[in-house]
DNA sequence: TGACGGCTGCAAAACGTTTTGCATATAGTG
DNA sequence: CACTATATGCAAAACGTTTTGCAGCCGTCA
């Protein structure tokens, strides 16, 4: 392993000091040296390969070009992939690096991890959930700039993003609508988080805009899980007045739905559209006939985040926002006018 | 923000040098002070939350205690959760953090991310790809001490570990031909990838064992997506003599299968079993019925890439070696014995 | 009583940067 | 030619640790 070359090796290689090689290579004060210099100072520390140590500067500037990120469950859930990379890139782009910790459930884990990450000098937190909810973030952060992801906190004083819920349900009821749906069930979770609220009440609002009650029993909530989506949508679909549309709470439930058609001998979409949210690729790509879902925004979330995070930490009296990204939809094939 | 409190200020609160309380915290040097002065210190430190600045430890010891964790695409894998939650909390276990980056397939961007992570004078580095492949690695990487995670590079010199893709098939061919199964087909993938030879290699080892021959018929290669399972599963189980189970390569191709056999008229698992590899519980859980799969171990080869690099880092001459690691079976309810 | 050894604890140097203040050299002006 | 203004580069201090070498103090033993 070639031993590290400082900037005083450089120095000394391209006969100059210390200070004019850092003057030279900094950008900002590269105006206090000579043009020629600077040129011939560059080439010199090319030729070496030297790399300024972070450690050091980030101990003279007080400013370690770490972002920390803290999340929940990554394990468990296929969203975090996109959250991270939203977030790296946006980091990488403006020269800041990533430190990524997860502790579960487990709090006390939790708080312990952001306290490495502080004793690391990151420059700033983000403190990501797998899902929207809302949270009380622990009082370590406080000593940190901190940016809540996929959540809202119960402090105002945080920035934070999350999907546009009432959107995605909003949009998901358009889509149906504007194929001709009349009779249109919606598939919920039956825990009660922001998720389940914002979508239902979104799909409601744009039934209504239309003229279309959404009758209480056309609501039925399960468990956020395949099955859960199957049994729903075989009490739904087992109806005699059943549904031509099924808006699912999320890919997973959709699949149950595909499932329960398939099991009372119903085609999709011919003899019923189904919409999800997530775009689970694995899923929604994998569903036969592909499904048409509400895209929810982990990449962009991720971005925003660590922008957000950057600009308040460029600029302090930034004001803080609660941001609301929109969910796209991303049409496949499972929606298809009702029949006759 | 509470101005931080460092090494001086705990000093002059407990009334004795900073090399003392240096000395007190360091458990390796604590014996040269006092047992009353540590406690005291230690009490006083506690009370001021004091907490080491690793920036500077690192500087002055050169060891930053960060390991980074450099992979391809993130976004597009539901694995990387897994690998990368192994890899922290060994890596927390040890009081090390991890530093993430990911790069896609852009190589020239990848040398960029690990010249960063060398800036930032990581320990060491995993080099992890998110599914098994040979590799070369990056020349930058050179000079650090590097693990390689699921794949194995030309340069022997460097620790490797991958999923055992032999035992996973020779285990999926036990099971089946334990059910009862004598005609058994797989599905494999059409790349040339070791995952494909070597789960293919272990699924014929195991039945020639058991003096089944897997004819070269039964052996169909499709694009690895549901789409490609689905297809390959339609024309396997459309011929007169079907086999009367199926191994996937992996779980998506099995999902495929399951509509091939719903779209024909057979149930899985009383007409046809299915097994699988990946075990992915998106797909896994949520086909209906649940999939028997091979679980890929992911969060393991993160954690053992962590652990082997610390112990290179710690005995730089320990040898290197490649790990295979095996894969177990997750039953659910996907395999039965053939009919009649 | 004097010397020696063992405990304690301290001062100072080092890790690799960045930046301020100052010194020198050069050019510009009356 | 004297003097000022400007351009260029350097020395030194600082960021917060860790660790080596040394000094003071005490008790012990001859």
């Known amino acids: 392993m070639a031993t590290k070359v400082n900037i005083r090796d450089v120095a000394k290689a391209a006969g100059v000091s210390v200070t004019t090689v850092s003057h030279a290579l900094s950008e900002a004060h590269s105006s206090r040296v000579n043009a020629r210099t600077v040129e011939h100072i560059k080439a010199v520390a090319g030729d070496l390969g030297y790399a300024p140590n972070r450690l050091a500067s980030g101990l003279r500037n007080q400013r370690s070009q770490i972002l920390g990120l803290v999340s929940d469950e990554i394990t468990t859930t296929p969203f975090a992939g996109a959250m991270i990379q939203g977030a790296q890139d946006a980091a990488s782009e403006h020269g800041h690096l990533l430190m990524v910790v997860n502790s579960g459930l487990d709090n006390e884990l939790e708080r312990q991890e952001i306290r490495a990450l502080q004793q690391h000098q990151v420059d700033g937190i983000i403190f990501a959930r797998m899902f929207n909810q809302q949270v009380s973030v622990p009082e370590e952060l406080r000593a940190v700039p901190t940016i809540v992801l996929d959540a809202t906190s119960d402090n105002p004083g945080l920035s934070s993003v999350v999907p546009d819920e009432f959107g995605a349900g909003d949009s998901a ?103 999800g949210v997530d775009n689970l690729e694995l899923i929604a790509d994998g569903l036969w006939p592909g499904l048409s879902t509400m895209a929810l925004p982990h990449y962009e979330m991720g971005r925003w985040a660590v922008l957000k995070l950057l600009n308040e930490l460029e600029n302090p009296e930034a004001p803080r926002t609660h941001e609301k990204i929109p969910c796209p939809l991303v049409e496949r094939q499972s929606v298809a006018p009702p029949k006759g």
């Not at 009779?183 to 039956?190: F, G, S």
């Not at 998720?195 to 979104?202: K, P, T």
């Not at 959709?254 to 999709?268: E, I, S």
């Open 173 to 275: 009821a358009e889509l149906l609508v504007a194929a001709g749906h009349r009779r249109i069930a919606m598939i919920n979770n039956e825990d009660d988080i922001p998720a389940a609220h914002g979508r239902l009440a979104g799909f409601r609002a744009a039934l209504d805009r239309h003229g279309l009650r959404l009758p209480e029993e056309f609501v039925v909530a399960g468990h956020s899980s395949t099955a859960g989506g199957r049994e729903a949508a075989l009490d739904l679909l087992s109806r005699p007045e059943r549904p031509t549309a099924l808006f699912c709470f999320n890919d997973q439930m959709a699949m149950g739905a595909y499932q329960a058609a398939g099991h009372l001998g119903l085609r999709v979409p011919e003899d019923v559209s189904v919409v």
